[in-house]
């Protein structure tokens, strides 16, 4: 690619596009609150350095509302199953919006119970998962967030793409800061591919396949392809696991049938699945935080090098772009200024 047709990209404060990012989800027809809570998601992934799961999905979020597949109003219908399970039927509402009232809904409920599950079916996609775990964590609670997506992880062995990528966060208080895991069944997101292609980025070697079922690096190829299981067949059956457990207790679609996080015209169909755990006392966090330092401590096979815990290379990279600015495509951030002034794009 020569330097003519390079993309080009443009940085921009947080604030900026906290304000730009509003504006566009209210002149979509979302309440302000609502959207606060959208963009706080879509922005979380850019801090953290996961741009595949940031605002790059904001128009195609707003073609959904238009085309009727997602609702800008609904919150989500809970009903409780027993003391601890919570099933909640989101109406197509925003992800983030149904998954937030739903961990408010949780939290009441640990006061009384210790544990409490929501299972989340009919809802859009909710983002970063690790947004949810963190926020989690910092008031206290174990978290564990589960989540299936359209099918797009091929079988360890398999050609073509059967499994979602099935990502799990886990989330647990200790002391100052969390331990906050994040991590996809799948080598890479389906989105850091859309994120490649649109970036004329080449992927490494092994993530993925072609819609023919034969290795590729190219992205856009890879687009109409299948991503590969991380860890062989050991992430391969993790992810699976994830998908049936997913499925059994949202009753949510299952592998080809799974469809609305990457188009703009489906019903999503997908499950989520947040688990919320109180601690018997705040005194087992201290114990973890020196754990998780004692970890960090540990001599480095590499001279130079230092050894991390989960969580600690996204936080000095949230540190970094919170300071300098969060940097998009130039072409997205022109679709995100004119959306947000309500023209058409």
Known sequence: MDASSAPQFETLPLTDLQEI????????????????????????????????????????????IR??????NSTGKHQWIGQSLLHVDGGHGLGPVVAQHAIDALSDRLETTGIALAAISKSNHIGMLA?????????????IVLSTSEALVHPYGGRFAML???????????????????????KVSMGKIHHYSDTGQELDAGWALDGKGEPTTDATAAKAGAIAPFGGPKGYALGLAFEVLVGALTQCALGTEVVGTLDSDKLCNKGDLIFAIKPRSGA?????????DAVRSTPAIQPG?????????????????????????????????????????
């Open 21 to 64: 990012g509003t504006a566009v989800l209210i002149n979509a027809g979302v309440k302000r609150a609502a959207a606060e809570i959208q963009i706080g998601a879509l922005l979380a992934a850019e801090l953290k350095g996961h741009a595949s799961h940031g605002l790059l999905r904001l128009p195609r979020l707003v073609r959904r």
């Open 67 to 72: 085309n009727g597949v997602a609702n800008p």
């Open 131 to 143: 947004y949810y775990a963190e926020r989690m964590a910092q008031n206290g609670q174990i978290a």
């Open 164 to 186: 979602g990528t099935n990502p799990i966060a886990i989330g647990v208080p200790a002391g100052e800061r969390p331990f906050v895991l994040d991590m996809a069944t799948s």
């Open 284 to 292: 087992a966090s201290h114990a973890i935080e020196g754990y998780l």
């Open 305 to 345: 090098d230092t050894v991390a815990v989960p969580g600690d290379r996204s936080a000095a990279r949230e540190a970094a772009i919170r300071e300098n600015g969060i940097t998009l495509p130039a072409q997205l951030a022109a679709e995100l200024r004119a959306l947000s002034a309500g023209r058409d794009v």
